[in-house]
């Protein structure tokens, strides 16, 4: 089963547009967009698990010049 992680970022002043750019070009990356509110982008991230969302996000997202603050909300799946 693939892992779905919705990550709401917080960029610095002046840099939403190029974080935007970088996150665009991750391969887990399957979209993004730029909201109004309290976080300046949501990604949606895909990977083989929870784990892997993980290393994305420390290994991958938090690196990204720009980032100030990241929140990661994982999709559960509600068995019927």
């Known amino acids: 089963m693939i892992a779905t992680a919705y990550v709401l970022i917080k960029a610095e002043a002046g ?4 974080v ?3 996150l665009l ?3 887990s990356v399957q979209h993004v967009d730029a909201v109004t509110g309290p976080f300046d982008l949501i990604v949606l991230i895909q990977a083989a698990d929870f784990n892997e969302v993980g290393r994305i996000v420390f290994d991958k997202l938090q690196k990204i010049k720009g980032v100030e603050e990241i929140i990661t909300c994982n999709v559960l ?3 019927i």
């Not at 840099?15 to 190029?18: A, L, N, P």
Request: zero cysteines; aromatic letters at 16%; charged letters at 60%.
């Open 15 to 18: 840099k939403g547009k190029k």
């Open 77 to 79: 799946s509600f068995e």
């Open 25 to 27: 070009k991750l391969k």
């Open 20 to 22: 935007y750019d970088e």
